[in-house]
Each structure stands twice: as structure tokens, then as C-alpha cells.
């Protein structure tokens, strides 16, 4: 383990040879002026728009986001005085990444300050909602889910991810509920209608989950699986032969490639 550059200390080396706490002492330094003024114009109030001064500080910490410790959050929050606003898209940039990277156990780390500090960003709530959910978390997914929605109803990824989620409890009448929303806000999501399928077999709404199936192989025609929940469905109603047709699919497009 390399130490930090800087006399007398003993920290482990982040970049530029210094620690977490000394790297950031060196971006103030070099921070241009202008970025670091924050503006208190009426355009610094619009939520999606992201100051100059945030956006250095957001692409500083991602840089080496692998390395991200808590007392460089500390640092940033401590030196550069971040507003609530600022402070919440540092930890939403970060939360996303890690979601990018299949941790979802730091992501929920970051995403609950995001919420905390910000808890008008509908997209950090289904952000931390699909985290909870990859952690089998998912009466908590549930509720950033659903109030995800209350602010975004038009979301059709969050109602997917609800319908997903309702699925995992049992929740069988909620979890069609959501997905049909989904399936009308995207009717091209050929998983919103599978998963319809899926769920409609389980309660043994064959007819339904045939339609389902159908039309979500008319959407995306090489999904294996697809074919294969369509033929276990046509099982069940008695028709073995279009089962038979579906397990031959379904052995054709997951044939090894060559």
C-alpha cells in the first residue's frame, strides 16, 4: 500500500500520490474560480440542471469511484460547502455508478442520502427501489417504488420494477396491475408482457398468459424462454402439440452458437 505524498501523513495513496482529504485540498486549489461560485440566478433552481461547480466535483469523485472512502464524501461536504442540492447529485452519481457496476449493496449506501436530502427526485427513489430489490430487499423496494411513482406515474420502468417487485411478495393482483400500467406506457417492452404471461399462468389465467406469451414473442421473436413458458402454458390447457411447437423453438434459439 502506497502512504499519501504529503508530510506526516499516513494515509493510503488515492491519486496524484495523496490521499482521499489531500486530493481534494489539490482540486480546490486548481478549481477554476468561476466554478467555484455558485450562481443564485433562477436557472440554479431547476432540479435536472446541475451547477458548474457540482459537475467538477461530480466527475473528481467518479474518477476513481473503486476507491471511494467516506472521508472523501466527508471532504467534499466539509471543503467545498456543498448545498443540499449539490451534496444530493455527488451521492446520486455515485449511487448510480455502483448500480452500473452490480453493487448494489454500496448503491443503497449513497441512493438512501440522495433520498434523504432530496426526497423530490423521483428517479433516485426507483434507483434505490431496483438496489433494495437486487438485495431481496423488497418490502423497502416496494415502498421507494411506489413512491416513486406517486411523483412519476408515468414511469413505465418503475411500474415494471413494482409489478417485479409485488411478484416476489405474492402480491399477484398488484403485480398485474403494474405491469399491465407498464405494458401500456411501453407497449414495445416485450419483458412487461411476459411477465404478465408468467404470472397469469401462475394463477392458472391461461388464456391470458397465451396472449401475453404471444405478443411478447411477436415483440422479440429469439427469446428462448419465451417459447418455452408459452409451451409449459399450452401444457397446462391440454394442447400438447402447440407445446410440443413451442419446445422446439425454444431448443432452436438456445441452440449453441458455432
Same mark, same amino acid.
Given at each position: 500500500?502506497?502512504?499519501?505524498?504529503?508530510?506526516?501523513?499516513?494515509?493510503?495513496?488515492?491519486?496524484?500520490?495523496?490521499?482521499?482529504?489531500?486530493?481534494?485540498?489539490?482540486?480546490?486549489?486548481?478549481?477554476?474560480?468561476?466554478?467555484?461560485?455558485?450562481?443564485?440566478?433562477?436557472?440554479?433552481?431547476?432540479?435536472?440542471?446541475?451547477?458548474?461547480?457540482?459537475?467538477?466535483?461530480?466527475?473528481?469523485?467518479?474518477?476513481?469511484?473503486?476507491?471511494?472512502?467516506?472521508?472523501?464524501?466527508?471532504?467534499?461536504?466539509?471543503?467545498?460547502?456543498?448545498?443540499?442540492?449539490?451534496?444530493?447529485?455527488?451521492?446520486?452519481?455515485?449511487?448510480?455508478?455502483?448500480?452500473?457496476?452490480?453493487?448494489?449493496?454500496? $448503491? !443503497?449506501?449513497? *441512493?438512501?442520502?440522495?433520498? &434523504?436530502?432530496? %426526497?423530490?427526485? #423521483? =428517479?433516485?427513489?426507483?434507483? +434505490? @427501489?431496483?438496489?433494495?430489490?437486487?438485495?431481496?430487499?423488497?418490502?423497502? $423496494? !416496494?415502498?421507494? *417504488?411506489?413512491?416513486?411513482? &406517486?411523483?412519476? %406515474?408515468?414511469? #413505465? =420502468?418503475?411500474?415494471?420494477? +413494482? @409489478?417485479?417487485?409485488?411478484?416476489?411478495?405474492?402480491?399477484?393482483?398488484? $403485480?398485474?396491475?403494474? *405491469?399491465?400500467?407498464?405494458?401500456?406506457?411501453? %407497449?414495445?417492452? #416485450?419483458?412487461?408482457?411476459?411477465?404478465? @404471461?408468467?404470472?397469469?399462468?401462475?394463477?392458472?389465467?391461461?388464456?391470458? $398468459?397465451?396472449?401475453?406469451?404471444?405478443?411478447?414473442?411477436?415483440?422479440? %421473436?429469439?427469446? #428462448?424462454?419465451?417459447?418455452?413458458?408459452? @409451451?409449459?402454458?399450452?401444457?397446462?390447457?391440454?394442447?400438447?402439440?402447440?407445446?410440443?411447437?413451442?419446445?422446439?423453438?425454444?431448443?432452436?434459439?438456445?441452440?449453441?452458437?458455432?
Amino acid at each position: 500500500m502506497d502512504a499519501c505524498i504529503i508530510k506526516k501523513c499516513n494515509e493510503e495513496a488515492y491519486e496524484q500520490g495523496m490521499c482521499a482529504k489531500h486530493y481534494v485540498d489539490f482540486i480546490k486549489k486548481v478549481m477554476p474560480e468561476q466554478a467555484q461560485t455558485v450562481k443564485k440566478s433562477a436557472a440554479a433552481t431547476v432540479v435536472d440542471e446541475i451547477p458548474a461547480r457540482t459537475e467538477l466535483l461530480v466527475h473528481s469523485t467518479l474518477a476513481h469511484v473503486e476507491k471511494i472512502t467516506d472521508s472523501m464524501v466527508s471532504s467534499f461536504n466539509n471543503i467545498f460547502n456543498l448545498t443540499k442540492r449539490e451534496a444530493a447529485e455527488v451521492y446520486y452519481q455515485m449511487g448510480k455508478r455502483f448500480m452500473d457496476k452490480s453493487d448494489s449493496r454500496k $448503491a !443503497i449506501t449513497y *441512493l438512501k442520502k440522495v433520498v &434523504e436530502l432530496n %426526497p423530490d427526485k #423521483a =428517479d433516485s427513489k426507483y434507483k +434505490l @427501489g431496483t438496489a433494495y430489490y437486487a438485495e431481496s430487499r423488497f418490502d423497502e $423496494a !416496494i415502498d421507494m *417504488l411506489e413512491q416513486a411513482l &406517486e411523483q412519476d %406515474p408515468g414511469n #413505465a =420502468d418503475c411500474q415494471f420494477a +413494482l @409489478g417485479i417487485a409485488y411478484e416476489q411478495n405474492d402480491l399477484h393482483d398488484k $403485480a398485474l396491475a403494474s *405491469l399491465r400500467k407498464a405494458a401500456k406506457l411501453a %407497449p414495445d417492452n #416485450a419483458n412487461a408482457h411476459y411477465w404478465i @404471461g408468467v404470472i397469469c399462468d401462475a394463477v392458472e389465467k391461461y388464456k391470458e $398468459a397465451v396472449t401475453a406469451f404471444r405478443k411478447a414473442i411477436e415483440l422479440d %421473436p429469439k427469446r #428462448a424462454d419465451y417459447y418455452q413458458s408459452l @409451451g409449459y402454458t399450452y401444457e397446462s390447457m391440454d394442447q400438447h402439440s402447440e407445446a410440443v411447437k413451442c419446445y422446439k423453438k425454444a431448443m432452436f434459439f438456445n441452440r449453441p452458437s458455432l
